[in-house]
């Protein structure tokens, strides 16, 4: 036995022993794997400065090729192994960086034996050269059966379960943390790392299908944001506080997706915006073939794991009881397409649209009793028709059908009710049909932003502006970075005669996007009744700058004709006139070109030719200030009680 000289590093009540590769917490062994020790040396040795996550795993895995979230997982065992909490804290996590040591270390020389470490129990034997035992996150072994497509959905599942029980095992320990009201978390866009753009798609599957399932968990008490604001953050560098910020959210979930034709690995991991601790972190690396068969059971252990974990009073209820589940999907290849339609369909473009419908059908071809595949495609035809992207006379009637089969296969789906809801209102003028229809699909998914959106407006129609204003506000809670949802709440500013409010609400959709020229475009009817024509005027000169849209010539003509500038309003409506379009988008565009003009005949001749072709144009006409001027016309108020809205 030879003596030798080892430093030893003393902070608060531990002590870390180098030589013999130990931690004592008041002469306590502490339970550390080799990785996770040598994480913490190299953290104490640089105790008050950043070490960068590319030099903790060059130093920790010298010799290997390894993911970040091994790091990440390391990072999270020396916390537990401190017993960190929101009042103690010794490493920070510099968002896009690395991490750094926060509390003073000692540093002192000590005269040792050289003796092997004692055992600690439940410890990995020590790292020595040559020949370390590494610490390995779970996985499931390959098998040499084919693999089939990856579900999205299963895995989804399997996050849930972990996410739940870190946030259980978590909470306990943090009261300080505890928020009055829901919990709320956002689920980050998972990074797609499989080397190709084309697996978009997938990686934004996972994302939508973790909000979905986190979502169904306890709605009372834990609040996930909506898809569509998580988005937002899709390759952003903006840090966890901001994104916290921003959101409202006490916890985030980052991801990334690596898939092949036979395997996907998914990583995940729950960070505390607080202070931006890592407390759970996982990865799977696995066929997911067999895992969707058991979704239900798997949902079912969920429940009954995190029983109590986040509101601590009641049991959460599953969204469906045990076995009610309604028919879903059976064909995996059928659930890849419908991922790749809802893809589409969120680009809210006209080619988005049409590939959005084409993935639906050829998802209901592989399986035609996939309801969810059938309410894809009613969401598709019913906003195909309220954008104009074709025939309302053939695009509502193919919603319906598909809105119907959908309920048919599953009563329970809430995207099948409101776009039920949206074509009755938009095409038959059945109001209470819709209401009807709106009102289901809240009570199946209160968290359904999309339903609360078209509920607002659908109410709006009708002049019940402080419902509409209610609804409005729950979507833009449930979805605080939609544009299209902060869009249609400055719509029924307008339409509610807030001119002012209006245009402010359209500003604050360009400081999130000063791109999203829907924002700007949608200033124009505002600043046309406030008699601030030159703004008006500015904002279409832009957009006819940027492409060369039959949209800008309406609003010239109306701009023109209010402003006293008759000869360009004539020019301007000579120009619309010559354009060709489909015929309801046409109609709308000449309704506010002689509006604007005041040609009286021509609009209440044009919004009954609307009425008669179900156009979804006179669906406004009670609410929109630009009939101001012929409400008082008999022929006008006839027309409001045929479309069902009484003068």
């Known amino acids: 036995m030879s003596s030798l000289t080892s430093n030893l590093y003393e902070f608060d009540e531990f002590r870390l022993d180098p030589q013999n590769r130990v931690l004592r917490r008041g002469g306590t062994p502490v339970s550390l794997t080799p990785k996770a020790f040598d994480v913490l040396l190299l953290l104490i040795q640089n ?60 540093e002192t020389a000590n005269s040792v034996a050289e003796l092997e470490a004692p055992e600690i129990e439940g410890s990995v034997p020590p790292f020595s050269a040559g020949g370390a035992p590494e610490f390995h996150l779970p996985s499931h072994p390959r098998r040499p059966t084919d693999w089939r497509s990856p579900v999205i959905a299963a895995a989804g599942v399997v996050l849930v379960m972990v996410v739940a029980s870190a946030l259980w095992i978590w909470r306990p320990r943090h009261p300080a943390v505890e928020q009055p009201g829901k919990t709320m978390l956002a689920v980050l866009p998972f990074e797609n790392f499989t080397g190709d753009a084309g697996q978009e798609y997938f990686s934004d599957g996972l994302t939508e299908e973790m909000i979905s399932q986190l979502g169904d968990l306890d709605p009372a008490h834990l609040g996930v944001i909506a898809r569509t604001s998580v988005m937002h953050y899709k390759h952003s560098q903006e840090s966890i506080p901001q994104i916290g910020k921003d959101l409202g959210v006490q916890y985030v979930i980052e991801g990334s997706v ?45 429940a009954n794991e995190i029983e ?9 209820d599953l969204a469906r009881a045990p076995g009610a589940h309604a028919p879903g999907v059976k064909s995996y290849e059928a659930y890849d397409l419908y991922l790749k339609g809802r893809y589409f369909w969120n680009k809210r473009t006209a080619e988005g649209f049409r590939q959005a419908a084409d993935y639906f059908q050829q998802a209901i071809d592989k399986d035609p009793n996939y309801g969810q595949a059938y309410a894809g495609l009613a969401d598709t035809f019913s906003l195909m028709s309220a954008w104009y992207e074709g025939p309302q006379n053939e695009l509502m009637p193919k919603a319906r059908t598909a809105a119907l089969r959908a309920l048919e296969l599953d009563e329970g789906l809430a995207e099948a009710h409101a776009s039920l809801a949206l074509i009755k209102e938009n095409y038959d003028y059945d109001w209470s049909g819709s209401e009807k229809e709106f009102r289901r699909a809240i009570q199946l998914d209160p968290r359904y932003a999309t339903a609360h959106q078209w509920y607002a407006e659908f109410l709006s129609w009708q002049g019940r502006f402080d419902e509409a204003f209610s609804e409005s506000e729950q979507a833009r809670r449930l979805d605080p970075l939609s544009l299209i949802i902060t869009i249609d709440h400055a719509r029924i500013l307008y339409n509610s005669r807030q001119y002012e409010s209006a245009v402010k609400q359209c500003r604050s959709a360009l400081e999130l996007d000063p791109n999203y020229d829907r924002a700007r475009y949608s200033m124009i009817p505002s600043f046309l009744q406030l008699g601030r024509y030159s703004e008006a005027l500015e904002v279409i000169d832009l957009w006819a700058a940027r492409e060369e849209e039959p949209w800008t010539w309406a609003w010239k003509a109306a701009v023109y004709g209010r402003s006293g500038r008759a000869k360009e309003a004539d020019r301007a409506l000579a120009k619309l006139e010559q354009i060709s ?53 008999p022929r006008f108020e006839d027309l409001l009680r045929r479309v069902g809205l009484e003068p």
């Open 308 to 316: 109590f974990s986040l509101s601590g009073r009641r049991p959460i």
């Open 581 to 633: 379009s489909s015929r309801a988008e046409r109609t709308e565009m000449l309704l506010i070109a002689y509006s604007g003009t005041s040609q009286k005949e021509r609009v209440i001749g044009l919004l009954q030719r609307a009425y008669s072709e179900h156009s979804n144009a006179v669906v406004q006409i009670k609410v929109d200030p630009m009939y101001d001027p012929i409400r008082s016309d």
């Open 47 to 106: 105790a008050g400065r950043i070490v960068t996550k590319d030099a903790l795993m060059k130093a920790v895995w010298p010799e290997s090729f390894v993911e970040e979230s091994n790091l990440t997982q390391t990072i999270f065992m020396v916390r537990k192994a401190l017993d960190e909490t929101t009042d103690r804290r010794y490493i920070l996590t510099v968002q896009g960086q690395g991490y750094k040591f926060l509390v003073p270390v000692t």
């Open 258 to 302: 690596r898939r092949d034709s036979q395997r996907v690995r998914i990583t995940a991991q729950l960070i505390q915006v607080q202070d931006q601790s890592h407390l759970w972190a996982r990865e799977y690396d696995r066929d997911l073939g067999h895992l969707l068969e058991l979704q239900e059971e798997i949902a079912r252990e969920v």
